[in-house]
């Protein structure tokens, strides 16, 4: 993985704190990826090739990967097939907002 990538606090406080690394609410589920396990999960999904700009680090369950943008740390859903980074649809502005507006029934991962 990148090495010049660095997560955000409020991600690594809370991927840190998240015991089973899934998250419900009215929106839907997710599952964030262990940290120890980003470095493989992103050679699974060949993201470094196909979209360069992106980390994954969860995914709803459906196809659909939520990644975060390296050079401003926003955070975008792109399908897990066929990914390409024209597709990305940005999510929220910060690791923070993510969770709010996700717990708060404020958009879905499509």
Partial sequence: ???KFKFPKDYVSFI???KDHEINSKSGYIEL????ELEEINKEYESEGLVPNFVPIGTNGGGVG???NKTNNNIYSIPLVGMEEN???LLADSFS???YKFENDEFEIY
């Fill in 16 to 18: 840190n704190n998240l």
């Fill in 33 to 36: 990826f262990p940290l120890d």
């Fill in 66 to 68: 939520i990644f975060f």
């Fill in 87 to 89: 597709d990305a649809v």
């Fill in 97 to 99: 907002e993510f969770i």
């Fill in 1 to 3: 993985m990148n090495n």
